[in-house]
């Protein structure tokens, strides 16, 4: 079909039954609507139009159109023969049908008169349920069409889309499209965009309006390529100046059709949960791109720097966390470094071993004496990772970092559990403009989970029933319920400790604090009477802002019912967001789609009241026709008001280089598309740096071969291809 098809009807059926001899008394003013009256006669005989030859005046004008059968004529005899084509061969539905309407323009009047009429067919007609599902007859209306783009940007898929829109009308047969024309639709739509990279930030910008304390900015090369891009919302940054001591971030892979690595900026909130601050597409992962990514963090932030930073050791990390935070605590994530011990060393004792003295509490003498004793009993002194690893031990040693304060963060597997949740949403298929769009709702997910725990926390108290009834109640009303948690088995660990001495030293009184089995071990407390501040040699307190039970321990022994507000951290309990202001703002499209869901419902109603006596129904449909056709010229005329030229707000940064681009309707530089990313971890990983082969080539190359080795049955050509494989990944 050399037009598209796929309209809207813009008349009903009636007449078409009067007889085909009436056919040629009709005359149109367009080419379009002659055609959509045949497509609708068409209709009502089961079978369906296309639009076939034309001819034209010697002045350029069009005076002669010829609509046909949609079985008229042959397939082409060139694609016969080929027996190498992967795709399955489509049934032939041309047969020669000599159905036909012919249209001829009256020059004087400028209207089209059917110059012709044959309604002989050489085929049997479709069965009239079947013929609905011709290509000529399928078509989606706007208010279709804006469901299903508001249900998908929902993270809905189109499968689940298709199914309840058939729910809504009845069922699958009185749906006007297929779920093959919604997919053909999305495709479409995708096509019409006028740059994936501008439209995103086009995307931004609008989301802007509706949340003024959005922050976006972006980055492009020398030729306008889209390198960065850097967004955060207004929640996100309030978030940040509550809980942004800590902070951890991570690149992960293959989330958008361009495999860009996206960079999650997260920590952890009242009530411990992963909670996200900043989120970030990159190009690459080199020093340049993080420290721009930190730049902007800090600028979205209001220069605010985290006390601490967790990471996975990436080079290009830790030398830009040193750069922009020069005084933060940078610790290396624990979960990798066992796993490289495990590949560096190979031996599962070293591997617990290691372990136990990189989590160990220990005094820095002791983790010295174990170390020492654990690498000389494996022969591994001079290896060089043991050599590198106990040069960077600040980083990862208990011992070495106590009193720094982390929240708990030991490992960035936090950042795992989050990709399994992004993962849910999107899809390595989506492009900028659906990424950022599936990405939102996967935040809006993850704060529900806070809203839902602070529920927790304020509704109800927890059961009381070990020792120290009152301090565990004033725990309880300060702490969250999740915090709350994580304090009891302190509180019972401290019923086993008994204070074993004290000493009053100027302001200061000491208690050694033990277990009666173990006096040899004792940890000391210092008070200050005056001010009622605690401080235990174990610094627990210092590293996640809960006292630890030797605290505990000499709160009971002193007979104090209260925790004292200097051992409780405000981040930890839940108060910490009162007085907040709600810096987020209300998203467009969740708003339009429950705003449609709303008139859908009642819409519903309308229309079974309605239905029930005809008088109704013509009142309501004429009503509706006259709402529908005042909207549309409403929003044509707005439409002609609407600068284009719009300045850009002052969070979009434009590179240098971006001078003498093409400029865009916002004004800045007309960003390209990304390139696409060669990711660290897929099938790229395994190639030799110095073989640079196209990924498309390659895997249509490793396809070749593996159906060469399955079908010859050899074992030398699978023994060769084995030899190969384990050649690459070594």
């Known amino acids: 079909m050399d037009e598209d098809t796929n309209v809207e009807p813009m008349f009903d059926y009636h007449g078409f039954d009067e007889g085909d001899e009436d056919v040629c008394h009709f005359h149109f003013s367009d080419v379009n609507i002659a055609f959509e009256f045949y497509n609708r006669y068409a209709r009502t005989k089961s079978f369906s139009a296309r639009k076939n030859r034309t001819r034209k005046s010697h002045a350029g004008a069009l005076k002669l159109k010829n609509f046909v059968c949609h079985r008229e004529g042959f397939k082409p005899q060139n694609n016969y023969g080929i027996g190498n084509l992967k795709r399955k061969h489509t049934p032939e539905t041309r047969c020669g049908c000599s159905a036909m309407m012919e249209i001829r323009v009256d020059a004087p009047s400028g209207r089209w008169f059917i110059s012709y009429f044959s309604d002989k067919h050489n085929h049997p007609l479709l069965d009239p349920r079947l013929t609905g599902l011709l290509p000529g007859h399928r078509f989606m209306f706007e208010a279709d069409i804006g469901h299903m783009v508001n249900m998908k940007k929902g993270g809905i898929s189109v499968r689940q889309i298709y199914r309840a829109l058939a729910n809504q009308t009845g069922g699958y047969e009185y749906l006007s499209f297929m779920q093959r024309d919604m997919y053909n639709k999305i495709a479409k739509q995708r096509r019409q965009l006028p740059g994936d990279a501008y439209e995103a930030l086009k995307y931004l910008e609008d989301q802007a309006t509706n949340d003024p304390s959005l922050y976006f900015n972006h980055h492009m090369d020398a030729d306008g390529t889209l390198r960065n891009l850097f967004w955060c919302d207004g929640l996100s940054r309030a978030n940040y100046s509550l809980f942004g001591d800590v902070l951890a971030f991570d690149a992960t892979y293959r989330k958008n059709k361009y495999m860009c690595p996206l960079v999650v900026f997260f920590g952890v909130n009242h009530h411990n949960q992963t909670i996200i601050f900043a989120a970030a597409l990159i190009c690459d992962e080199e020093k340049d791109t993080y420290r721009w990514l930190l730049q902007q963090l800090k600028v979205a932030m209001n220069g605010k720097a985290p006390v601490s930073v967790i990471t996975d050791g990436d080079l290009s990390m830790k030398f830009t966390i040193e750069k922009e935070f020069p005084n933060a605590h940078h610790r290396l994530c624990a979960w990798h470094l066992i796993r490289n011990a495990t590949s560096n060393i190979g031996k599962p004792l070293f591997t617990s071993m290691f372990k136990n003295c990189m989590l160990g509490d220990y005094e820095i003498d002791v983790f010295r004496q174990k170390w020492f004793e654990m690498v000389e009993g494996f022969g591994i002194e001079n290896k060089n990772w043991v050599l590198d690893m106990h040069k960077k031990r600040h980083s990862w040693a208990t011992a070495h970092i106590r009193g720094k304060f982390f929240a708990g963060f030991r490992t ?60 565990k109640r004033s725990a309880a009303n300060v702490y969250t319920l999740s915090i709350f948690h994580m304090f009891q088995p302190i509180l019972v660990r401290a019923a086993s400790m008994k204070v074993i ?29 005056i001010e009622m501040e605690f401080n235990c040699l174990c610094m627990r307190m210092e590293s996640f802002g809960i006292p630890c039970e030797h605290i505990v321990c000499v709160l009971v022994h002193e007979d104090i019912e209260e925790l004292p507000r200097s051992l409780v951290l405000p981040r930890w309990t839940k108060t910490a967001k009162v007085g907040l202001q709600n810096a ?3 998203h467009w499209d969740s708003l339009m789609l429950s705003q449609y869901s709303c008139l859908m419902d009642w819409f519903r109603q309308l229309a079974n009241f309605a239905c029930r006596d005809n008088e109704r129904f013509i009142f309501t449909r004429e009503m509706a026709m006259n709402l529908l056709k005042q909207f549309k010229e409403e929003d044509a005329a707005q439409k002609e008001l609407v600068n284009d030229a719009d300045s850009v707000r002052d969070g979009v940064q434009v590179d240098a280089f971006g001078a003498g681009l093409a400029t865009n309707d916002l004004g800045y530089s007309m960003p390209r598309d990304p390139r696409k990313y060669r990711t660290k971890g897929g099938l790229h990983s395994l190639i030799k740096e110095n073989i640079d082969v196209d990924s498309v080539v390659w895997r249509a190359t490793i396809e070749q071969l593996v159906v060469f080795v399955v079908a010859s049955h050899s074992q030398k050509a699978m023994e060769m291809t084995h030899l190969i494989m384990t050649r690459m990944i070594t």
């Open 412 to 471: 960035t597997s936090r950042c795992e559990g989050l990709n399994s949740i992004i993962a849910k949403y999107v899809n390595s298929r989506y492009n900028l403009v659906e990424f950022i769009q599936h990405f939102n709702p996967c935040v809006d997910h993850i704060r529900w989970k806070e809203v839902q725990a602070d529920l927790a926390s304020v509704n109800g108290r927890p059961s009381m029933q070990t020792c120290f009834q009152q301090l």
């Open 501 to 529: 001495n004290m000493r009053q030293t100027g302001s200061y009184v000491i208690y050694s604090v033990g277990l009666d089995r173990m006096p040899n071990e004792m940890w000391r407390v210092f008070c200050c009477d």
């Open 584 to 586: 987020v703002g209300l």
